[in-house]
């Protein structure tokens, strides 16, 4: 009996090819009644070795931003912003490790959040300009990088920006955080129910 490591391990040789794998399963799911593995089918941890890399990520980007925000508050974030970057064009681009591509996205676009939250403080127009910023980094983290989650980043700083937007239309808008909160959080289900049955 084969397993899903060992037709992982297969593809990762080089003796089948991702298209062959994705047909045997099929094969098989259908032997069996039951449904396939689709490609959505992933190991979010590898090896004990993806922990250690994602506490010594952190650890930097905190030392990283510690650092930045004794010179300046914004300072720290940005630093913090810049270093997930890098540390994604090794361990996402070159690596292939799932568990610090999601680490360093959230990073990356809570950082960019920050920025203009630390500069700007928590008003209404900062609110509106860090989710347009933040909605912004994830698609170019998206770009580059192609880090599933990605998509459900941008989902959120695109509805904070709507929630934003609110806030700065109308003053009497925070008395309907709430009901804001939850009509934003139907769509984005409905919405991620129709791309997945698409």
Same mark, same amino acid.
């Given at each position: ?45 590898? +090896? ?23 010179? $300046? ?54 609110? *509106?300009?860090?989710? +347009? ?9 998206? *770009? ?9 980043? +941008? ?5 904070? *920006? ?6 700065? $239309? ?14 934003? +959080? ?13």
């Amino acid at each position: 009996m084969y397993t899903e490591e060992d037709i992982t391990s297969a593809v990762k040789a080089g003796i089948f090819t991702q298209e062959m794998a994705n047909s045997f399963r099929a094969h098989i799911a259908n032997q069996q009644h039951t449904y396939a593995v689709d490609e959505e089918n992933f190991r979010l941890i590898s +090896g004990f070795n993806d922990i250690f890399v994602v506490i010594a990520c952190n650890l930097l980007l905190i030392s990283v931003a510690w650092i930045g925000y004794t010179l $300046s508050p914004p300072l720290g974030a940005i630093a913090a912003a810049i270093t997930a970057w890098g540390l994604a064009e090794f361990f996402i681009l070159k690596r292939r490790m799932a568990l610090p591509a999601i680490v360093l996205l959230l990073a990356f676009v809570g950082s960019v959040f920050m920025t203009c939250v630390l500069e700007f403080g928590s008003t209404a127009n900062s609110l *509106l300009v860090a989710s +347009g910023l933040s909605a912004l980094a994830a698609w170019l983290h998206w *770009l580059r990088f192609k880090v599933p989650i990605t998509v459900a980043a +941008g989902t959120a700083a695109s509805v904070g *920006l709507v929630i934003a937007a609110f806030f700065k $239309s109308s003053p009497d808008a925070f008395k309907f955080i709430t009901p804001m909160l939850f009509v934003a +959080g139907v769509a984005v289900l409905l919405t991620a129910m129709y791309w997945d049955s698409a």
